[in-house]
């Protein structure tokens, strides 16, 4: 794959797009994290010494981690600078959590399904390493926290 190629499939073709609140923040190539761990509490019936009721706990999910190649937007940024920093200073230091969503994309662009994820805001963003010594390609990556996520069949 050329250089080209590798920064052009985060703009167009197979992988997966976020948006949010309806803005396209970019298409990656690989996404980490859409998962949900239901915890299990268990309560110890007297006189029955033969089992333990379970009741389903806390919903927790993890971060989500967003890799792809360069692309020429600034949404991406624009977001982070929105809910850190002076974005968070301007809206008196109240965390912003915006409704995003993640959608799967096939080799012609066209949505398959997606993921609307609540209450999310990006937590880390890495650049690409600059190195002469380095002969792959430049990838970044965003990690978005959330409340949690719903599917959806609708692209």
């Known amino acids: 794959m050329s250089e080209e190629e590798y920064l052009d499939q985060g703009v167009t073709g197979e992988g997966f797009l976020l948006e949010v609140d309806g803005v396209e923040i970019g298409r990656f190539v690989e996404v980490e994290g859409l998962q949900v761990t239901i915890d299990v509490v268990t309560v110890a019936e007297g006189g029955q010494n033969g089992f333990v009721h379970k009741f389903p706990g806390r919903m927790t999910w993890p971060d989500l981690v967003f890799k792809r190649?360069?692309?020429?937007?600034?949404?991406?940024?624009?977001?982070?600078?929105?809910?850190?920093?002076?974005?968070?200073?301007?809206?008196?230091?109240?965390?912003?959590?915006?409704?995003?969503?993640?959608?799967?994309?096939?080799?012609?662009?066209?949505?398959?399904r997606s993921w609307e994820v609540e209450g999310a805001f990006p937590v880390q963003w890495s650049g690409p390493r600059f190195s002469v010594d380095n002969g792959g390609l430049p990838e970044e990556q965003l990690v978005v926290t959330h409340h949690g996520f719903k599917a959806s069949t609708k692209g």
Request: charged share 20%; no cysteine.
């Open 69 to 112: 190649g360069l692309t020429k937007s600034d949404s991406l940024l624009d977001w982070i600078n929105k809910v850190a920093g002076d974005g968070f200073a301007g809206a008196g230091n109240k965390v912003t959590r915006n409704t995003a969503a993640v959608t799967v994309l096939d080799a012609a662009g066209n949505r398959l």
